[in-house]
T-cell receptor, first 111, second 114 residues
Framework: DAKTTQPPSMDCAEGRAANLPCNHSTISGNEYVYWYRQIHSQGPQYIIHGLKNNETNEMASLIITEDRKSSTLILPHATLRDTAVYYC????????????FGGGTRLMVKP | DSGVTQTPKHLITATGQRVTLRCSPR?????VYWYQQSLDQGLQFLIQYYNGEERAKGNILERFSAQQFPDLHSELNLSSLELGDSALYFC?????????????FGSGTRLTVV
């Protein structure tokens, strides 16, 4: 799996968009970008994933640069409940392989 | 409720003891993964089982072992416990749906060794 780099922490005001960056300059052509988050002491939760096109679901949007070397997870209207550690994971979607978690970004949403 | 059930939720035990953590995967998921998360540490992969067979091993100590039973539930056995084994232990299960693995995590077992 390609290595990812994320800022260790970020703050965001409640109601504003939270933009969480991830660098994955060594990503290979068949690797996808996955985002998970872990709210304090709970199990990680899947958010979104994508290959090269931008993706959106009910939780977030994922913007992947054209060269695929970086991506941004966007929470459009952050709430206090979005305070969590966000993990960017790059890997081939091959069933049966474990997820490898890095340090992630600790997002603090403030009122 | 994620569909992955872990028991017990909390466990307090003494050093040197042995405990068993249990995980029931989401219905239909064949893979089970165990992770350890110590205080303020990241999630460390321990071991994976697929349909009863060990598939991958991570940073699992020799004092730890796991198995997956025919009904697909899994148990993680921790023996000769040390203070440093105090951590959250998560179980996850997965099935591939398109390009999304559908990894689903349980709510974890908090182990405290005193």
């Amino acid at each position: 799996d390609a290595k990812t780099t994320q800022p260790p922490s970020m703050d965001c005001a409640e109601g504003r968009a939270a933009n969480l960056p991830c660098n994955h300059s060594t990503i290979s052509g068949n690797e996808y970008v996955y985002w998970y988050r872990q709210i304090h002491s709970q199990g990680p939760q899947y958010i979104i994933h994508g290959l090269k096109n931008n993706e959106t679901n009910e939780m977030a949007s994922l913007i992947i640069t054209e060269d695929r070397k970086s991506s941004t997870l966007i929470l459009p209207h952050a709430t206090l409940r979005d305070t969590a550690v966000y993990y960017c994971i790059v890997r081939v979607p091959n069933a049966g392989n474990m997820l490898t978690f890095g340090g992630g970004t600790r997002l603090m949403v403030k009122p | 409720d994620s569909g992955v059930t872990q028991t017990p939720k909390h466990l307090i035990t003494a050093t040197g003891q042995r405990v068993t953590l249990r995980c029931s995967p989401r219905s239909g998921d064949l893979s089970v993964y165990w992770y350890q998360q110590s205080l303020d540490q990241g999630l460390q992969f321990l071991i994976q089982y697929y349909n009863g067979e060990e598939r991958a091993k991570g940073n699992i100590l020799e004092r730890f072992s796991a198995q997956q039973f025919p009904d697909l539930h899994s148990e993680l056995n921790l023996s000769s416990l040390e203070l440093g084994d105090s951590a959250l232990y998560f179980c996850a299960s997965s099935v591939q749906t398109g390009t999304n693995y559908g990894y689903t995590f349980g709510s974890g077992t908090r182990l405290t060794v005193v």
